[in-house]
């Protein structure tokens, strides 16, 4: 862990349109998250799930995934920052966590090679803010790091706004601390523990970095909320 940068800490504010928080100027701006699903074209699919399980399953399933995810996060934070790690329950759902966990140590985390910051706060007056899981240096190069767990691996067409929200966070840090990163690792791991990586280079950056932009423009016309 190398504490290079001064990260803000986020104020957060729900509102019926998702979660915001406030900028520097006491203003409402979106959380990185509130804007992509409010501006997703998938949502659709989501809606006919749920209309085929019933609300109480999709409801219970979205619930149990999670809290696989935080309790995965959590531990991924503690191993990171050398703190106790293995704190999980003997019960099924923290079980899977526990074993995802050591997936990410054994294959996941060996290519982090610096640590600027874990669940950082980052924000852009005005425009929108969020919480990264992870910034540094990533087999050399400066990247922003994001930690992902799902049901079955995921195939990379799948995952756009994934990447998008990666884009989001790098460009606000790189505005608010001026750094330069232009590239963002996704690391996955499902619940039958495969684990896969994939990246973000510079040239394919920059095209995801102007679809955010539009995807933000796009949000701030439907959904404008002030304090």
């Known amino acids: 862990m190398q504490n290079k940068f001064n990260y803000p800490l986020l104020e957060r504010v729900d ?11 006491n203003e409402l701006v979106p959380s990185v ?17 749920r209309q085929k399980v019933g609300d109480l399953e999709a409801d219970r399933v979205i619930k149990q995934s999670t809290d696989i995810g935080t309790a ?7 191993y990171l920052n050398d703190n106790e790690w293995d704190n999980f329950e003997e019960e099924t759902d923290q079980i899977m966590a526990k074993n995802m966990t050591y ?24 425009l ?6 992870c910034v540094g240096v990533y087999n050399g190069v400066p990247t922003l790091i994001d930690f992902k767990t799902a049901k079955r691996i995921k195939k990379r067409e799948w995952i ?45 950056f920059n095209h995801l970095t ?10 701030d016309k439907k959904f404008k909320v002030t304090k």
């Open 128 to 133: 929108y803010a969020g919480t990264a899981d």
């Open 103 to 126: 997936k990410f140590i054994s294959d996941g985390l060996k290519g982090i090679d610096q640590i600027w910051g874990l669940e950082v706060g980052l924000i852009l007056d005005k």
């Open 33 to 49: 998250t509130t804007v992509l699903s409010r501006t997703s074209s998938s949502k659709s699919g989501i809606d006919q799930w």
């Open 15 to 25: 509102t019926e349109i998702g979660r915001h928080y406030l900028d520097s100027n």
């Open 72 to 78: 995965v996060h959590e531990a991924i934070e503690n």
């Open 210 to 219: 102007l679809k955010w932009k539009k995807r933000l423009i796009d949000f």
């Open 160 to 204: 756009e706004d994934y990447f998008l929200q990666g884009c989001a966070y790098a460009n606000a840090h790189n505005v608010m601390f001026e750094t330069n990163i232009q590239q963002i690792v996704i690391l996955m791991v499902d619940r039958d523990l495969l684990f896969k990586e994939f990246i973000i280079a510079p040239a394919e």
